[in-house]
């Protein structure tokens, strides 16, 4: 079975500061990994998504995330924050294998302030 | 764009009524699935197919029922609504040739049960 965590269901940033946004999971098998986010009123959009090739995952504007196995953890970042960041997201973890389910966290919603 | 549509996008409904909502797809996916959106609890899976007439109970299956009569249609019924069910529902598709289990979403439709 597959559990994620998301520490913190609202996080504040500055517009241009660092934007970290954290997530452990729980999983019997290796895992992968995923990043979405959702703007308001929208669908969930794929971010990012970790399958074991390489452990520092690049995903699309300008976010990225590090796969730990020691801290069984997978947080989202990026540099610097814009305000178009502003919106919710959501970690999810699926099994590499025999398992055709994502199970999702409670989310993080992100402010930005000007 | 994974040319997913979602059919009502705003419903409102009455306790006790039946409602379907319809997920439609137009790239021949094999994996279907419907999730329900409520604040603090991220998505969770209410059904989900592996194929026509081939489904498969989520964590949150009580009250509601699904069909998949054509690879391209899902359908998600509520039998009789109830306040409860008051909520965000999205469909989503699983990604096929170099996927791994990421899943991509339809728009979402809000139902409101009075």
């Known amino acids: 079975a597959q559990s994620v965590t998301q520490l913190g269901s609202h996080v504040s940033v500055s517009e241009g500061a660092l934007v970290l946004l954290r997530c452990n999971y729980s999983s019997s098998v290796p895992p992968y990994l995923f990043w979405y986010v959702q703007y308001p009123n929208q669908g969930l959009q794929l971010l990012l998504k970790y399958t074991s090739a390489a452990t520092l995952v690049k995903g699309i504007n300008g976010f990225e995330a590090e796969f730990k196995k020691s801290e069984t953890s997978f947080h989202l970042t990026k540099p610097s924050a814009h305000m178009s960041d502003a919106a919710e997201y959501f970690c999810?973890?699926?099994?590499?294998?025999?398992?055709?389910?994502?199970?999702f966290g409670t989310g993080t919603r992100l402010t930005i302030i000007p | 764009d994974a040319g997913i549509t979602q059919s009502p996008r705003h419903k409102v409904t009455e306790t006790g009524t039946p409602v379907t909502l319809r997920c439609h797809q137009t790239?021949?996916?094999?994996?279907m699935y419907w999730y329900r959106q409520d604040p603090g609890h991220g998505l969770r899976l209410i059904h989900y197919?592996?194929?026509?007439?081939?489904?498969d109970k989520g964590e949150v299956s009580d009250g509601y029922s699904v069909s998949r009569s054509k690879t391209e249609d899902f359908l998600l019924t509520l039998e009789s609504a109830t306040s409860s069910q008051t909520s965000v529902y999205f469909c989503?598709?699983?990604?096929?040739?170099?996927?791994?289990?990421?899943?991509?979403f339809g728009p979402g439709t809000r139902l409101t049960v009075t």
């Open positions: 999810a973890v699926s099994a590499n294998f025999g398992n055709e389910k994502l199970t």
């Open positions: 197919s592996y194929g026509v007439k081939d489904t």
């Open positions: 790239e021949n996916h094999r994996y």
């Open positions: 989503a598709i699983r990604g096929t040739s170099g996927s791994y289990n990421e899943q991509y």
